[in-house]
């Protein structure tokens, strides 16, 4: 077995361990009746070591990967991606130790393994660094970045927990509403995961020519059944479906179709879930949140933007700054991934403000750290994917 | 303004809601709440006191969190909207109209009110840098207000309290306790041990750990400030040089903002990774996207102008040689210059036969050296070539005359006169890349022979003097951030009243959690009144027993 081999493999026990670990702490929950068993329980510890060797294979993984390309492995979606969900395995031991709660396990291992098949459906091979990523940098301001995001990424999770917790799922509301909305796009991840692995395994491809936006002749392939063609397509491949529409040079078709056929199936696994459980996926998991105690999801909602905070400040834009001086000749070019960076800077700047002078704890609290991490999971998805830029490596 | 005086006998500033030293509350909102507002410790801030003159206003405007929390969202809101469509330096336009032309083009309507309202240069607008003036401002009239008072509060508190406001405090207790002074011998060693510092006062116990954390905000916004500071210098001659040259293969240039200074680029290399040369892992990657490119690397030399010469002159001493490539960037006497931009297979000379029609036997050729042309070329046997007219970059007649485009060859054209003994005054044709234009039917042809290309490479200079400012900012603010974040500042008060009761409060920052941990420990070792937490109803009452240890 070559190391590459060796990476991958160590990389599917880190996600059976996560899947096993997160059972260990729903155990914790249910079989724990009192507060102070539920913190000690038995149960929990074995989920917490199942965790701790599932990170263990994970900084494997990306050791490996290390050794066999020869530059850290954190130079595209995939390997990003992966980094972003290791540290936020970490961040949640760290937070673990600490804090002894499994409901918090039982809410973040999900998110890790939702996050680490979202970064699989990626391009997986090793690939030789650009001129621009060559540098001593590109382990420094990344791997810092990504701590500070997944330590940032569990106080989402905390809120989480809270807000399942707390809001009542028997009655109308607006939070009702968008806590159902959460839910729902955590299941849209899992949409898209279904759809690129199923056209993958079916060998689905589909090459068309198009004129790009610059009005030059371009080529794209599709990886799912084109629903929408590209301005002026093509079709190269003999037999392919024939996309409904063409659309516009500045919208990416191939993208939109992606998009489409993931929210196509995450609503009707959304639908099929909601049929056996007639009832809210919110209020599925709110008896797994019951025996949370509030005020320590606050805290530890808080203490996690606390903890986060400057190491994100140090690795988003300190050593940001630094690298982007270093090759780019500025430190700071208004580039989106820079601004996006900024904006969630500020937005935690915003919170940290919100509470401290203004009183903004519980509820409130907790929803601006799930907003939080959505600005986090944009900058990481939706930026690299739509808004080009500098930093579009993907 | 009148001090107001406690009855503790302090004398406290106007404003002041929890009196200075014994922590009686003194204002009617201090005297009605449940749980006092420990923030500032209840001292007299400007903001909260003065509020009629026009600099009050201003003042208490910029002092307000509430307002600083709005300047931040406006900062986020514009920063958001300025990265919906590319900005005005990453699109292909030089002119207003260009601009205009391109958003509408390729984002409609949209696109169009996107340029009017000024988005597409979010950053440099005038009102997205008032933005950032009011939250500088902001940041600083907010410290000063809150950072004087706080100071001069926790200088001034006293070990014992009054139990007015130990009964306000979130956590408290009391009750009757057997031997009390064993107790608070126990307690304060106990507390030591805990690192905290202990001062007693006849029966009272204050234990304080951390002061410095409640300085952290103070230090990181003067961080952003000084952060501030180094990004306004800029603005002044001398300090800030940003500058981009292109720089041909052989050739020798000043450099740009770098009086004194003269480069020689002796080759530009663009290396791309191969499948026979590039490590075996990358294979697959290779395979798939075809070329990926290793290198950008511009080699040069670096001449500087020796003292007392004149500008410009050849006067050059040479100071290095280096390999320039991304993310390795030339260094000198405060200058960096950047691998930034290049472009391939730029002609350089171009060598033409002059040969006779009929027999095309050749006359002999010549070689045009594109960048600086010759007016003729002596053949040898009687023929000769003059240049009578050169258009780097041809495109097309233009009032009835060849017209060029810009000085770079990019498609090079000629008006030669070609001289022979047997056409001594001479033939003229019009010579461009597959193209050749006579007035008259001439007995003799220009015909192109050969061609030399050299590659360019463009180069970005830049001289900062304020990076060092920034990055001392960027240092005051994480040690600032890590101060007050990392640590919690905590007190505990303990002390006996009057009725021989004891009385336990404590506060913290944050974290109040840790701080319980804390009081559960110590009531372990200590005989003390067992204590509530009025903002966690759902704490378990029996934690507190003290017997078993729950939270690990």
């Given at each position: 077995m070559d190391l590459v081999t060796i990476s991958s493999n160590l990389l599917l026990v880190s996600f059976v361990a996560y899947l096993v670990a997160t059972l260990f702490f729903g155990g914790a929950i249910k079989k724990s009746k009192s507060e102070k068993a539920y913190h000690n329980s038995k149960w929990g510890t074995i989920g917490l070591v199942i965790t701790i060797i599932g990170f263990l294979t994970h900084v494997g993984y990306f050791a490996t990967r290390w050794i066999a390309s020869g530059h850290a492995p954190l130079s595209n979606m995939f390997e990003f991606t992966t980094a972003f969900g290791m540290m936020l395995v970490g961040a949640f031991i760290l937070l673990y130790i600490m804090y002894r709660t499994p409901s918090l396990g039982l809410f973040a291992l999900p998110i890790a393994i939702i996050i680490i098949s979202y970064a699989t459906m990626f391009p997986r091979e090793v690939t030789p660094l650009i001129p621009a990523l060559?540098?001593?940098?590109l382990f420094i301001h990344v791997i810092t970045t990504v701590i500070g995001e997944s330590i940032l990424a569990i106080s989402a999770v905390a809120g989480l927990v809270f807000l399942v917790k707390n809001i009542d799922m028997t009655k109308k509301s607006k939070q009702r509403f968008w806590i159902e909305a959460v839910m729902f796009t955590l299941v849209l991840v899992l949409g898209f995961v279904v759809t690129s692995t199923t056209f993958k395994v079916l060998g689905y491809e589909a090459e068309f020519t198009y004129i790009d936006k610059n009005e030059a002749p371009a080529e794209i392939t599709y990886h799912v059944p084109p629903l929408f063609g590209m301005n002026e397509y093509e079709a190269m491949t003999p037999g392919a479906m024939t996309p409904w529409v063409e659309l516009p040079p500045i919208i990416n078709a191939q993208r939109l179709t992606s998009l489409t056929w993931s929210v196509a199936a995450g609503a009707v696994l959304y639908l099929l879930l909601r049929l056996i459980a007639r009832k809210p996926l919110a209020a599925v998991f709110q008896p797994l949140a019951k025996k949370a105690n509030s005020q320590l999801m606050d805290e530890i909602g808080y203490r996690s933007v606390l903890i986060g905070f400057p190491v994100f400040t140090l690795g988003a834009l300190i050593f940001a700054m630094i690298w982007a001086h270093e090759?780019?000749?500025?430190?700071?070019?208004?580039d989106p991934k820079e601004v996006w960076a900024l904006i969630t800077w500020l937005f935690y700047a915003a919170f940290l403000h919100l509470r401290l002078s203004r009183g903004w704890e519980g509820q409130k609290s907790a929803w601006l750290a799930v907003i939080g991490f959505v600005i986090i999971m944009f900058n990481l998805i939706a930026v690299n994917l739509i808004i080009a830029g500098l930093h579009s490596y993907a | 303004m009148s001090k107001i005086s406690c009855q503790c006998g302090h004398e406290n500033p106007y404003g002041t809601e929890l009196c200075e030293q014994c922590g009686r509350p003194l204002s009617k909102k201090a005297k009605e709440?449940?749980?006092?507002?420990?923030r500032y410790e209840g001292a007299s801030r400007r903001s909260q006191t003065y509020k009629s003159s026009i600099i009050d206003k201003i003042w208490n405007f910029f002092s307000s969190v509430k307002i600083g929390v709005g300047i931040i969202v406006a900062v986020l809101l514009a920063s958001a909207i300025g990265t919906i469509f590319p900005q005005k330096f990453y699109v292909p336009a030089t002119t207003d109209a260009e601009y205009a032309e391109y958003y509408e083009r390729l984002y409609g309507v949209v696109g169009k009110f996107y340029f009017e309202l000024g988005f597409y240069d979010m950053y440099n607008s005038w009102w997205f840098k008032v933005l950032i003036g009011m939250l500088a401002t902001s940041i600083i009239i907010a410290s000063i207000d809150r950072v004087v008072p706080l100071y001069k509060s926790l200088k001034k508190q006293r070990t014992r309290r009054h139990p007015s406001f130990m009964k306000r405090q979130r956590i408290y207790g009391e009750g009757a306790i057997e031997n009390t002074a064993e107790s608070f011998a126990k307690a304060e060693e106990e507390l030591k041990k805990m690192r905290y510092n202990v001062k007693t006062e006849n029966g009272a116990i204050l234990a304080e750990k951390h002061r410095f954390s409640r300085w952290g905000p103070y230090v990181n916004h003067t961080g952003l400030i000084i952060f501030f500071v180094g990004v306004l210098l800029r603005g002044i001659p001398g300090f800030y040089v940003d500058e981009a040259m292109w720089i041909r293969e052989g050739e020798t240039r000043n450099i740009v903002g770098a009086p004194g200074y003269v480069l020689e680029n002796k080759g530009f290399t663009l290396e791309n990774y191969t499948k026979e040369e590039a490590e075996e892992v990358f294979g697959a990657a290779l395979d798939k996207v075809g070329s990926i490119v290793k290198t950008y690397k511009t080699d040069v030399t670096l001449y500087k102008e020796k003292e007392g010469s004149l500008p410009g002159s050849d006067n050059l001493e040479k100071v290095e040689d280096y390999a320039i490539v991304v993310n390795k960037p030339l260094k000198f006497n405060g200058y960096n210059v950047f691998q930034m931009d290049y472009k391939l297979d730029e002609l350089k000379t171009m060598t033409f036969h002059l040969v006779?029609?009929?027999?095309?036997?050749?006359l002999g050729e010549f070689t045009v050296d594109l960048s600086n042309p010759e007016k003729e070329y002596d053949l040898g046997n009687g023929a000769s070539v003059n240049m009578l007219g050169f258009y780097p970059d041809y495109d097309g007649i233009k009032d009835g005359e060849p017209y060029s485009k810009s000085p770079v060859p990019n498609n090079p054209a000629f008006i030669f006169q070609m001289n022979t003994p047997e056409k001594p005054t001479g033939e003229k044709s019009f010579v461009a890349i597959r193209q050749t234009l006579e007035v008259e039917q001439n007995d003799y042809a220009i015909k192109f022979a050969a061609a030399e290309t050299r590659n360019i490479s463009g180069l970005t200079i830049r001289k900062d003097k304020t990076l060092y400012i920034l990055l001392l900012g960027g240092l005051v603010f994480m040690i600032g951030v890590i101060q007050g974040m990392y640590w919690q500042h905590r007190r505990i008060w303990i002390q006996e009243d009057a009725d021989g009761h004891v009385l336990i409060a404590a506060h913290t920052n944050k974290n109040w959690f840790s701080l319980r941990k804390e009081l559960d420990k110590l009531r372990q070792s200590t005989a003390l009144p067992a204590y509530i937490d009025r903002q966690d109803p759902e704490l378990d009452k029996p934690e507190q027993e003290g017997d078993e240890e729950i939270w690990t």
């Open positions: 060559q540098s001593k940098w090759a780019w000749s500025r430190f700071w070019g208004w | 709440s449940d749980i006092v507002d420990m006779e029609k009929s027999s095309e036997a050749s």
